[in-house]
C-alpha cells in the first residue's frame, strides 16, 4: 500500500518554471517505478515522466523531453518534477504515480492530482 500527496501546482506564465513534489508513504518506496501523468479534461491520461526504483533511470514523454526532469529522494520518500520553458499546452491536472513493476495508466497508486495551469 502506497498514498501519494502532490505539492507545488499553481498558475504560471509561458516560458515559466514550476517543481511539482510528491511525497509517498508506505514501505519499501525505493523499490517503486514512480511517475508522472497528467490529464486535461475530456482526454486520456497522458505520460509525463517516470524514473525506476533503485537505478533511478528516468523516461519522458516526447511533448516534454528536454524541458522536464524527474528525480527520486529514497532517503526522503519523495519525487520531484522539474518543469522548465513552460507552455500553455501544459496546462492539465498532473498526477504522480507509484507501481511496483512499471507506471503506466493502469497502475494502481496515485495522488490526488495538483493543478497546473500556463497563461499565455
Known amino acids: 500500500q502506497v498514498q501519494l500527496v502532490e505539492s507545488g501546482g499553481g498558475l504560471v506564465q509561458a516560458g515559466g518554471s514550476l517543481r511539482f513534489s510528491c511525497a509517498a508513504a508506505g514501505r519499501n518506496f525505493n523499490t517503486y517505478a514512480m511517475g508522472w501523468f497528467r490529464q486535461v479534461q475530456g482526454k486520456e491520461r497522458e505520460f509525463v515522466a517516470a524514473?525506476?526504483?533503485?537505478?533511478?533511470?528516468?523516461y519522458y514523454g516526447d511533448a516534454v523531453k528536454s524541458r522536464f526532469t524527474m528525480s527520486r529522494d529514497n532517503a526522503k520518500n519523495m519525487v520531484y518534477l522539474q518543469m522548465n520553458t513552460l507552455t500553455p499546452e501544459d496546462t492539465a491536472v498532473y498526477y504522480c504515480a507509484a507501481d511496483p513493476y512499471y507506471v503506466t495508466r493502469s497502475s494502481e497508486y496515485w495522488g490526488q492530482g495538483t493543478q497546473v495551469t500556463v497563461s499565455s
Open positions: 524514473i525506476s526504483g533503485k537505478t533511478g533511470s528516468t
